[in-house]
């Protein structure tokens, strides 16, 4: 990525020292926390390349959002929403967030932990006894699959089902795509034995929490996350007059030299089993009100299951593993990161905290493909601004 910056974004950015906004509809910086002239030039930089390489790419759109303990300080948008309608993306723009779905998931069951109504390692059979039609493999015995091992990844569980056209079908159905994927599902490995992702997984989890709960998943996420984390932008069906704030999905197909848009528009009409797995429609700005209350800004979730979203439940290192619903790593300069990335036709989205600075980058584009490393460049800026500010 080339970075580049002029005289009018300096000035910008010294004035910046004081509001440090960019975007309409993002808060102004406290002052009492505002960032150094080097954050503020990682940003400049940051900000040039991303524009940089979305022309270049011209395919479709990048938005970002960076944000210091409880203040979005810098959000912007970069590009084509969509192509044929001539719409320029914004920080409103909504984007498809994949698997990154996962990590509400995990803490609507920390929420769901807290308040009771579930245990950690409540075998999830007790809600869901169509489980018993799992391909058990011999692995189960006398083992149950927990709350516990479902959210880390822990479960033993394939990643996908063999059911034939488990991943489409119109969003209503898709419980019934979860039951009816059970018996083609195989466990390979003892619950808790080791680290293996699963799609599959994730949708059984969501499932049993509504059923522990005895209220509809996307009801639960809506109700206990976005409304009391005013994640106004984040939806699993995009509300009627909103269609347009939706990014389209563009696949690049290198050896055939073109774009195309239909695949992402027909998940559109519906994604199968994968509502609690990959559902979600969100913005960075959203994300980012996401992680935030995930940094000691809110008391939504207590610091107590906060923390243990964020620790390392998988057994195969301390240095890199799988919390609920976030991947954790030390990077090669000593600092802890906190992120899940997803991808789906036509779009790709990252974020990445760092939860003893406070600081957070997202990221989210709607191409699959482009000069910007969607999962390198974050983790990148992050480490950057961490330095930055110490």
Not at 183 to 196: A, D, L
Not at 250 to 257: E, M, S, T, V
């Amino acid at each position: 990525m080339a970075f580049k910056m002029t005289k009018q974004t300096l000035i910008l950015l010294l004035l910046g020292l004081f509001t440090f906004s960019y975007s309409r509809n993002v808060p102004a910086r406290n002052t009492n926390s505002c960032p150094n002239a080097e954050f503020a030039k990682i940003v400049s930089d940051f900000e040039m390349g991303l524009e940089n390489d979305v022309q270049q790419d011209n395919i479709g759109s990048i938005s970002a959002a960076i944000f210091i303990d409880d203040q979005i300080v810098w959000s912007r948008a970069f590009g084509q929403a969509d192509n044929e309608k001539a719409i320029k993306a914004d920080t409103n723009t909504i984007y498809r967030i994949a698997s990154i779905t996962k990590t509400i998931t995990a803490y609507l069951m920390m929420l769901l932990v807290q308040d009771g109504t579930i245990d950690l390692d409540d075998p999830v059979n007790k809600y869901l006894p169509e489980m018993a039609t799992l391909q058990h493999n011999g692995f189960l015995d006398n083992r149950t699959i927990t709350f516990r091992h479902l959210a880390s990844h822990t479960s033993g569980l394939a990643v996908e089902p063999g059911l034939a056209n488990a991943a489409s079908g119109p969003i209503g159905e898709w419980e019934n795509k979860v039951i009816n994927s059970l018996p083609t599902t195989s466990v390979n490995s003892v619950p808790g034995e080791r680290y293996s992702y699963s799609n599959i997984g994730y949708a059984i989890l969501g499932l049993a929490l509504s059923r522990a709960a005895n209220k509809p998943f996307m009801e639960l996420v809506e109700e206990m996350i976005f409304e009391p984390l005013h994640m106004t932008n984040s939806f699993f069906v995009i509300p009627e007059g909103k269609e347009n704030n939706v990014a389209s999905g563009y696949r690049w197909h290198a050896f055939k030299g073109i774009i195309d848009a239909e695949k992402a528009k027909i998940e559109h009409m519906g994604r199968g089993y994968k509502v609690p797995n990959g559902g979600i429609y969100a913005t960075p700005n959203d994300l980012a009100r996401f992680l935030m209350a995930q940094c000691g800004n809110s008391d939504l979730l207590s610091k107590e299951y906060v923390e243990m979203m964020q620790t390392i439940q998988t057994p195969e290192s301390n240095e890199y593993g799988y919390g609920f619903g976030y991947y954790i790593r030390n990077n090669d300069k000593g600092i802890r990161m906190i992120e899940h990335d997803g991808g789906v036709a036509g779009y790709e989205a990252m974020m990445v905290f760092h939860p003893k600075s406070k600081i957070g980058v997202i990221m989210m584009r709607n191409y699959d493909f482009g000069l910007t490393n969607i999962l390198l460049e974050p983790r990148t800026i992050l480490s950057q601004l961490v330095k930055s500010k110490k």
